[in-house]
C-alpha cells in the first residue's frame, strides 16, 4: 500500500496573508480563494502536495518541514533577505539570520514562521 500526503490545513489568523507569504517566501504561484471551498486558500508546494490554508479565531500553529534542493534553499534565503523576513537556524531562534550548516536531517536548515506562529523548516543538502 503506498501512502502520501494529499493536502494539509495551515490554520491562520488570515488565511489569505498567510497563503500569500508562504508562496512568495518558497516561490510557489498564489491562485487565490479556492473557487469551490473558497473559505481555503490552497497553495500548490509539489505534485501530490497542496497546502490550505484557513481563517480561524486562535489559530495554534503549525510546524511544517520541507527537503529542498540546494537551489531552492539559497533562493529561499534571498527572499528572506530581500524582504527582511527574520529566519534562524534553530526552531527557538527563528530569528537570529542564521543558517544551520549542519541540520541532522540534511546538510542545511533553516527555521521561518508567519504571523500566525507557523513556524516553517526548510532542509536541504549541503553546498557542493
Known amino acids: 500500500m503506498t501512502i502520501s500526503l494529499n493536502h494539509m490545513i495551515v490554520t491562520a489568523a488570515d488565511n ?8 512568495a517566501v518558497m516561490g510557489l504561484e498564489y491562485t487565490g480563494p479556492h473557487p469551490q471551498a473558497r473559505h481555503f486558500v490552497p ?3 509539489n505534485g501530490s502536495l497542496t497546502l490550505d490554508f484557513l ?8 510546524h511544517l518541514a520541507f527537503d529542498v534542493d540546494a537551489l ?3 533562493m529561499v534565503v534571498d527572499r528572506l533577505d530581500a524582504r527582511e ?9 527563528a ?4 543558517v544551520d550548516e549542519s541540520h541532522p536531517l540534511g546538510g542545511r536548515g533553516l527555521y521561518f514562521s508567519d504571523s500566525s506562529g507557523n ?8 553546498r557542493s
Open 72 to 74: 531552492t534553499f539559497d
Open 95 to 98: 530569528d537570529n539570520q542564521r
Open 85 to 93: 523576513i527574520p529566519y534562524g537556524d534553530e526552531p527557538a531562534h
Open 55 to 62: 481563517t480561524v479565531a486562535h489559530p495554534q500553529g503549525h
Open 119 to 126: 513556524l516553517y523548516e526548510l532542509i536541504a543538502p549541503s
Open 43 to 45: 497553495i500548490r508546494v
Open 16 to 23: 489569505d496573508e498567510a497563503a500569500r507569504f508562504f508562496a
